[in-house]
């Protein structure tokens, strides 16, 4: 069993920058691919971005892309996601997810274990 814990989340003015940290316990961090996904009101939970277990490898959702960076560090169990530039369209939940021995996370059904989510809005 793994727990996830996510914090950062808040309310910011459009171009402002807010860091989402998720804090992993239970099990060995490093196993697991992790992912950030977002759900809007009224619509269906979508990909964000993933790291890979060792943090080598990224990929962003195009939305995000050149605006937010995933990163990880397994000494402190902990992912974290860095957005800046932010938009009133990344306005949601953002929820951190794991699954263990994969290399990348971007599909809702096959994340393993999901944070509580932490609220993130956007003004315009």
């Known amino acids: 069993q793994v727990q996830l814990v996510e914090t950062g989340g808040g309310l910011v003015q459009a171009g402002d920058s807010l860091r989402l940290s998720c804090a992993a316990s239970?099990?060995?961090?490093?196993?697991?691919?992790m992912g950030w996904f977002r759900q809007a009101p009224g619509k269906e939970r979508e990909f964000v971005a993933t790291i890979s277990r060792s943090g080598g490898s990224t990929y962003y959702a195009d939305s995000v892309k050149g605006r937010f960076t995933i990163s990880r560090d397994n000494a402190k169990n902990t992912v974290y996601l860095q957005m800046d530039s932010l938009k009133p369209e990344d306005t949601a939940v953002y929820y951190c997810a794991a699954r263990n021995g994969i290399s990348q996370l971007t599909t809702p059904s096959r994340v393993d274990y999901w944070g509580q989510g932490t609220q993130v809005a956007v003004s315009s």
């Open positions: 239970g099990r060995t961090f490093s196993n697991y691919a």
